[in-house]
Nanobody, 124 residues
Framework: VQLQASGGGPVQPGDSLTLSCAASGGTFSNYNIGWFRQAPGRDYEFVAGISWYNRTLYADSTEGRFTISRDNDKETIYLQMNSLKPEDTAEYFC???????????????????WGPGTQVTVSS
């Protein structure tokens, strides 16, 4: 599984931004897939995930502001991020678990396939 994230950049507090992650290899519709982020000096943090049957899961810090979605035809997921805060500043990574029929769980997803990150910087 190869993953390529894009869409990061510098924004101001309160702005919106949409990240994309294009996948290749394997059967995309079988994946649980999602986003982790890492701020400078901090550990990886689960952001959001979407299961192979479109169940979504969010971190407490992103619920209500972020929306994850998938397009199986395009083999791509999206992360719509609204009301961005300085604490959202991090490198964002797309992660896929190609296991068939497994439940979406952040700890399991974290052990999946990672792509290169895309930097999001929220600053005034």
């Amino acid at each position: 599984v190869q993953l390529q994230a894009s869409g990061g950049g510098p924004v101001q507090p309160g702005d919106s931004l949409t990240l994309s992650c294009a996948a290749s290899g394997g059967t995309f519709s079988n994946y649980n897939i999602g986003w982790f982020r890492q701020a400078p000096g901090r550990d990886y943090e689960f952001v959001a995930g979407i299961s192979w049957y479109n169940r979504t899961l969010y971190a407490d810090s992103t619920e209500g502001r972020f929306t994850i979605s998938r397009d199986n035809d395009k083999e791509t997921i999206y992360l719509q991020m609204n009301s961005l805060k300085p604490e959202d500043t991090a490198e964002y990574f797309c992660v896929a678990d190609p296991g068939i029929g497994v439940e979406l769980r952040p700890n399991r997803l974290k052990g999946g396939h990672w792509g290169p990150g895309t930097q999001v910087t929220v600053s005034s």
